[in-house]
């Protein structure tokens, strides 16, 4: 299983955010707001097959982050 999930969106995106992800079949299990006011979605864990499907589906126009991160560690600069 792969870790939980997070989308960050801007508060005023966060609605269409969720419709978007619940037409393909993910919902999020909370929504926080970080330090920045931006609002977080949080998804279950997930299998392999359900990660990659769930980025496939990613609306990243409306994303206020890019950056995919696997694991529990912050990225390494390379």
Do not use: C, W, Y
């Amino acid at each position: 299983m792969m870790p939980p999930a997070r989308f960050s969106v801007l508060p005023e995106n966060e609605v269409q955010t969720v419709a978007h992800f619940e037409v393909h079949g993910f919902s999020p299990t909370r929504i926080e707001r970080d330090a920045q006011g931006l609002s977080v979605l949080v998804f279950s864990p997930m299998t392999e097959e359900q990660a990659l499907r769930f980025v496939e589906v990613f609306p990243v126009h409306l994303s206020a982050k890019i950056g995919i991160v696997v694991g529990n560690r912050p990225p390494t600069p390379q």
